[in-house]
């Protein structure tokens, strides 16, 4: 059973700050590369920022300089810090986790129900 929970979504000025946090819940399962990911209305999903389970990170061209993913790997966690915010960052923020079951090679996708940001002019 996986389930991973968002927070620290809400309202924000262009410019201002936000932190986003997912706690993973994970039982017979390990967690190997975690992310968030956002989608706006009438847009597809999309990539924000990815970090392996040993610190490695990517971040989508549109995030980076502003945003930064870290993890706590024996807390089951992953945060998202949001600085210079911009309109165009307004979407609804998953979380994502990449998870094994016991000694099998299959990997799995699992989300989060999503937090809401908002960025305002």
């Known amino acids: 059973q996986v389930q991973l929970v968002e927070s620290g979504g809400g309202l924000v000025q262009a410019g201002g700050s936000l932190r986003l946090s997912c706690a993973a819940s994970?039982?017979?399962?390990?967690?190997?590369?975690m992310g968030w990911y956002r989608q706006a209305p009438g847009k597809q999903r999309e990539l924000v920022a990815v970090i392996a389970r040993g610190g490695n990170t990517n971040y989508a061209g549109s995030v980076k300089g502003r945003f930064t993913i870290s993890r706590d790997n024996a807390k089951n966690t992953v945060d998202l810090q949001m600085n210079s915010l911009k309109p165009e960052d307004t979407a609804v923020y998953y979380c994502?986790?990449?998870?094994?079951?016991?000694?099998?090679?299959?990997?799995?996708?699992?989300w989060g129900q999503g937090t809401q940001v908002t960025v305002s002019s």
């Open positions: 994502n986790a990449v998870v094994v079951r016991g000694t099998s090679t299959n990997a799995y996708n699992y």
């Open positions: 994970a039982r017979d399962f390990s967690i190997n590369a």
